[in-house]
Structure formats: structure tokens, C-alpha cells
């Protein structure tokens, strides 16, 4: 056992508990679990937005992902960025200005029916649910390589303090864990960056031109095509990166936190540079894990190569580096699966519970309790299919998770604001065609079926060659929704231009 990186995890888990136990003497309110009350700042959100994207699959996955296959790794981050531009121009404001606490706020604006709010909350908890399974697999390598505990212990471990989080400080608690390990968590990349580059005389050329050699890859290692060799499933992975970011239940609820769309916006901009920074980092990351770590080292440590970044600290830094950078990544991963069980949670409780099963009756108290118990199932569900993905790659995992609320959750949200005729049905449609497709296709592709053991869930032959399903799961999703509407009878309430006046000048 690493005796420094222990006491460093505990430092970690000490501070984030007792920044819950200020936060649950604040948070007495619905509005104060689900939103924090409506009060950060854009700074203070824009730096719980990065908290929240640059998770266990950015920090661990894509270090892992380009030491191991080169350029192809870097897609990952490429897409992570340019996906904020969508966010940006097209959600956010629209979002903060016609939701209060989840997505389906947003959509049953205009839609008054209680069977969307359901299929809204319903796609809300299954892609928090996917999301959160990278990041248990991230913690259970993570805390397997430093403490020596087993892979299960350890995502019970993780399991167990993301549910205290949200139980007892909500987003409040949620919001600045998420803060403060996005300051450490940029800190310790930099720091890792400038011992990288000061390897190569802080030279990009003499960087580039080592890797040529540094690897079993040769000169491919800075070409595309090491993984990535069917350039439709290329196409179809930064599909869902680009997309997927406007459809995340974790990244939309926290333009709820926010007083105004103003706000909101400058959000968006300041996560932005941040996460824009922390993605140019993850190329020193990987670049020098590959050239002073070592491909064997790499997946001897762990298969996927999600270790790559703790073991390059090591190499540079010594058992200290390597225990704060590797306590740095523990922080991640428990603020990001915070917000994930939040998310999920207050889909559940805010609108399943609240709106569908007591048709908007329920008191205070009762929606606090359903959020809670809420977050408690979530959890169980995200630790027990954690337990069967050990062996595959946290940023791939997430990419999956992209597709989903790519397919299933933003082509609802733009229709609703910017297509008049869009009518119930077509929302429907669009939701559970995005939903079932995307997790039918990943059903029967190679992520769970191989021929060699070993390599995925399951034994056998996939039926697609796809292993991310964008590119055929997103286009039916908005498929499904010009269709639903054409083709359907139904007759909405027409309230649209009072929903797109809204939408662009808030309330």
C-alpha cells in the first residue's frame, strides 16, 4: 500500500465531507437540493461545469487512450471541446430560461402531457447511469493500483460517499467539490505538462519527433487509424462527442443554478477556456506516458490504460506526484458521480415522483425524501453494472453514454424551441426511438461481444462492426421526431411563441 497516497485520500474524503456538512445545514428546500438555491456565480458555475466534464474519462481514459493508440486518442478530446460550442450557441439559454430544476421542465413547457415528463426522466436516469459506470470503472482501477484493495471493494468505496454527497448537501455540496477539485485537478495536469515538456528542452518538435520512436507504433503513433480503423465508426464517435454534451442530464441541470440565461451564457464561456486548457494538457499526459512509463507498464497497471496519467506522476515525480496526482483523480471521480446521482435523482424524484405519481401534491418534505431514497437506487444500479465493465476503457465508456443523450435527448430540446408543428408525439418518438436504438446497437456490437475472451462482456460474434452507435442512433432520433409529428393526429395546446419569446428573453 501507498502510505502517502492514503493519507492524501483522506485528506481528500475529510474535506469533501465536511464541505457536506456546511451544505446540508443550507439546503432545506427543493430548490436548494436541486439548484443550490439559483446562486452561483458564472465564474463559480463555469468552474463546476468543468468540474463535471473533466471527469475520470479525461483525466484517466484519453491519457490512457493516446499513450496506448496515439492520434487516435486525441478524437476524444477534440470532441469533448468543439461539443461546448453547441452547448453554448444553441441550449443554454433556452435551458435556464424555460426549466426549474430538470430537462423535462423544459420540454413540458410547451408540452402539458404527464407521459412526456415520464420518457424525459426515463432517458435522464439511464444516461446518468451510463456515464456513472465510467467512472466507478476509473475508481476501482484507481484505488485497486494505490491502496491494494480489490476492484469491488473499491467501487463500493466510491459508491458509498457519492450517495452521502447527494443525500445530505445536495447541489450545493455537489456545486463546490466540484469546484475545488477542478482547481487541483488543473493544477496537478500542469504541473505533469511543464515535466513533460521540460523532458523535451520545452520543445514541440523534439516532443513530436520522439514519439516516432517511443513506442511499439513507430511513426503511426501520430497518424490516425491505430484504433479507430474504420473510418465510419470514426465518424460515428465524434457524431456523439460533438452532440452528446446538449443531452447531458448533468451538465443541463446546472444551468439551473444560475440566476438568469446571462448568466448562464458566461458559464458556458468560462467552462469553455477551462476545459479547452485541460485538453491541450491531455496531450503531455498522454505523449509522456507513452515516451517515460512505457506501453507494457501501462497495461500491465491496467488493461485500457486508464492508469496512464498516476503512473507517468510516478516517473516524473516520485511517490508523492504520484499519490497527489492519483488523489486528484479520486476527487474527480467522486464529485463527477455526485452530479451523476443527482441528475438522476432529481429526474426521479422531481419529475416521476412529484408530477406523475402525485400529480404535482407532494410537500416538501415528501419530494426531499423521494430525491434521497432516489439517489440511494441509483447508486446500487451504477455500483452493481460497474462491477461487469473492469476491463474497458473509461473515455470509450463515456463516449457510449454521449451517444444515448445525443440520440435520445437533444433532438427533443431543439425541436421544442425552434420547430412550431413539433407536437407530443413527435417528442415521444424522438425520445424512446434515441433511447432503444442507441442501447439496442451497443447491445450487438463489439463493445459486448467478442470472439476472445477477455475482450468484452460477452463471448461471441457482434452483429455490427460499430462500436459507437451515433451515427445510425442520432439521425433516428430526429428522424423519429419529423415523423412522430407528420404523421400523428394529435393536437397540441399551441403555446409555441410564447415558449420561443421565453426561451430567448426569459421570464
Excluded at 450557441?89 to 426549466?99: D, I, K
Excluded at 463500493?156 to 467539490?177: C, D, E, P, Q, R
Excluded at 444551468?255 to 485541460?278: C, E
Aim: charged share 10%; hydrophobic share 55%; net charge neutral.
Amino acid at each position: 500500500m501507498n502510505y502517502t497516497a492514503f493519507w492524501l485520500f483522506l485528506v481528500i474524503v475529510a474535506a469533501t465531507l465536511v464541505i457536506t456538512f456546511i451544505a446540508a445545514k443550507k439546503t432545506n428546500t427543493t430548490n436548494e437540493f436541486y439548484t443550490a438555491g439559483g446562486g452561483l456565480t458564472g465564474w463559480q458555475n463555469g468552474l463546476a461545469i468543468a468540474g463535471d466534464y473533466m471527469s475520470a474519462a479525461s483525466f484517466l481514459g484519453i491519457a490512457g487512450m493516446i499513450a496506448l493508440t496515439g492520434f487516435d486518442g486525441f478524437f476524444y478530446s477534440i470532441g469533448f471541446l468543439v461539443a461546448y460550442l453547441v452547448v453554448l450557441y444553441l441550449v443554454a439559454e433556452p435551458l435556464r430560461n424555460l426549466g426549474k430544476y430538470t430537462m423535462a421542465d423544459v420540454i413540458t413547457s410547451r408540452f402539458k402531457n404527464k407521459n412526456i415528463r415520464s420518457v424525459v426522466a426515463l432517458n435522464s436516469i439511464t444516461i446518468s447511469i451510463f456515464y456513472m459506470i465510467a467512472q466507478l470503472v476509473g475508481a476501482g482501477a484507481l484505488i485497486k493500483l494505490l491502496l491494494g484493495l480489490d476492484y469491488t471493494t473499491s467501487v463500493l468505496i466510491v459508491g458509498v460517499l457519492m450517495t452521502i454527497y447527494v443525500v445530505f448537501g445536495g447541489m450545493m455540496a455537489t456545486s463546490w467539490v466540484q469546484i475545488i477539485k477542478a482547481v487541483l485537478l488543473l493544477a496537478g495536469t500542469f504541473l505533469i505538462s511543464i515535466m513533460v515538456f521540460a523532458k523535451f528542452d520545452f520543445s514541440i518538435t523534439n516532443m513530436f519527433q520522439h514519439m516516432k520512436e517511443a513506442t511499439p507504433l513507430g511513426e503511426a503513433f501520430l497518424n490516425p487509424g491505430n484504433k479507430f480503423k474504420d473510418g465510419l465508426d470514426n465518424l460515428s464517435l465524434n457524431l456523439g462527442l460533438v452532440l452528446g454534451t446538449a443531452g447531458l442530464p448533468h451538465i443541463l441541470i446546472r444551468f439551473f443554478t444560475v440566476k438568469d440565461a446571462r448568466t448562464a451564457r458566461k458559464s458556458v464561456v468560462n467552462a469553455t477556456w477551462i476545459i479547452g486548457i485541460f485538453y491541450i494538457m491531455t496531450i503531455f499526459l498522454g505523449f509522456g506516458a507513452a515516451a517515460f512509463v512505457g506501453t507494457d507498464v501501462i497495461e500491465e497497471a491496467n488493461n485500457a490504460g486508464n492508469m496512464a496519467a498516476p503512473l507517468l506522476a510516478k516517473a516524473l515525480g516520485g511517490d508523492f506526484l504520484f499519490a497527489f496526482i492519483s488523489a486528484v483523480a479520486f476527487a474527480t471521480i467522486l464529485a463527477v458521480v455526485a452530479g451523476l446521482v443527482l441528475s438522476a435523482a432529481s429526474a426521479f424524484a422531481h419529475d416521476f415522483y412529484s408530477h406523475i405519481i402525485r400529480k404535482g401534491e407532494a410537500s416538501e418534505r415528501e419530494q426531499m425524501n423521494a430525491a434521497k431514497w432516489a439517489s440511494v437506487g441509483v447508486s446500487i444500479i451504477s455500483i452493481i453494472l460497474a462491477l461487469f465493465a473492469q476491463e474497458l476503457n473509461v473515455a470509450f465508456l463515456v463516449g457510449l453514454a454521449f451517444a444515448v443523450a445525443a440520440s435520445a435527448n437533444l433532438p427533443v430540446i431543439l425541436f421544442t424551441v425552434l420547430w412550431r408543428r413539433f407536437n407530443t408525439t413527435g417528442a415521444i418518438a424522438s425520445m424512446l426511438v434515441g433511447l432503444f436504438s442507441s442501447l439496442i446497437l451497443v447491445a450487438i456490437s463489439p463493445n459486448v461481444w467478442s470472439p476472445e475472451a477477455g475482450k468484452a462482456i460477452l463471448v461471441g460474434n457482434p452483429l455490427i462492426s460499430l462500436t459507437n452507435p451515433g451515427i445510425i442512433s442520432i439521425p433516428l432520433g430526429f428522424l423519429a421526431a419529423y415523423l412522430g409529428t407528420i404523421l400523428s393526429k394529435s393536437k397540441d395546446e399551441d403555446n409555441y411563441d410564447e415558449v420561443l419569446v421565453k426561451s430567448q428573453l426569459g421570464k
